[in-house]
């Protein structure tokens, strides 16, 4: 039975607020998660919840809105993202079963020659090493818009609990400020300008990389550890008609897809694809000056002789959607913790753990969040000085985990690079035929059910992959900010022959499958 520690009391059960500052796919789903229970007739904990988010209900848009109107991100959603989503069973049954292309195949071109792998090879190898039917079964990896995910969940909330009492949506409201010592946060209209406070027992950070919620425990903890950096990449994102030798249920990788640059391509709905370009910071001086025009029929035509993986449908599109967007960066956060009992603040998702898309993990590690959070809660009888404390243990170590080895599971100089894919290729080739004698590559780790990140990140560190990676990574960093900053003026110019360290979406765990079932088919 659920215990609350707060005394406002309403009949029989004890009533907490809750405000969730952010309505992504963490927020909406702990939101979701939090008014469930309410239903549970055994708990004497009432949760009345707050949702704040600064930007529009996506729930009530069409696709076709939501693709004009908002910059749109193509995400893999993988067992660890997915498992949390069905613990709400009408969410995934009746609202975002369908929103996504489940991927039955993985592609790496080499210029325009294709190495393929199926799921059906997969299951068919992991069968022939002895592996159980349901540890032969493949991943449930489905390629989807980030948007429509979250509309589909605010469609979710907003039509299971639109005349529930204990639920308040407050879109286009942004948390200005925390006032901790009252426990209420600060809060304006975005269109009137109006501001307001919200009293909380319970404030949940779900604002992103650049989180409000977050500063709170900055101001009231010196002993918290806040790391925000860049992840060193630039990246475009093109949405294209799909080429006709790409399969629509099929990711694909794109080395060296231009000079400096690595790509990748995700199927989308529509009979569409995603086709993904990244070059590292300390490399996009040298680009091409065809990749740096403001006219799209000069990148057009660069595309049309340099784009050698496949034929691109119209290669006017691909130009127009390429000058017609600037270089997109986004960030990474490290926390040593994740909770604050004396402001009464939890952190989950980009608030506590931005990173890289390269290993495709971002929005999984999120709503996996709030899943764990919800069953802290049960196992706690909804105790907040328990449960909070009980989260960071539980989600720092993955947390950061999914930060370190999106950005360090490659490394940026080409020739370690090039040793570590030799390491990748000869290790799986062993694990396959002597798994008892030969520890399994991180990569092929990622994203798998019952394997959390913090044991590929384990992997990692015993192999020596992580440690070898981060001291080269940061080298070519530092060595990048003292030369653009001035501080060495004599530094010998690093990196010019450096491989792209972060591919998007499941870039990383797509390559380490297609090399791994190529070595034991």
Known sequence: MCRPNNTETTGNSRRKRVVISGAGPAGLLLASLLLNKNKDSSCTVTYDVTLLDGREDFGIFTKEELSENHRSWMLGLADHGMDAIKTLPDLYENYVKGEGILVREFNIFLGSKKVTQTLDSYENTMKRLGKSAKDSSPPEAFIVDRNFIVAAMARYIRETHKNDSNFKAMYKTTCQYVDYDNRRVLVRNVNTKEEHYVDYDLLVGCDGVRSTVREAIVKRHSDFSMEYTDIFQEFKMTHLKAPKKVSKSAMSILPDIFPNCQGICLPETGDLVNIGIGVPRNLVDDLDDELKSDD????????????????????????????????????????NFYHSLKTGVVIMGDAAHATSPSIGMGMNTALRDAQIFSEILEETQDDFEKALPAFSEARVKEGNALSDLAMHLYCMDKKHQFIETIHLVVRSFLYSKFPTLIAEHPQTMVGRRGIALSDVYTQAVKLGVMGKHRAINDRIRMDYFERKTGMVKASEIMGRGIVSTLIYGAGLVALGAVTYQKLIL
């Open 296 to 335: 799209y029929r000069v990148v057009a035509e660069y595309a049309r002789k340099n784009f050698k993986a496949f034929e691109l449908e119209d290669y006017d599109d691909f130009g127009k959607q390429w000058v017609g967007q600037r270089w997109n960066q986004t960030g990474m956060v490290h926390c």
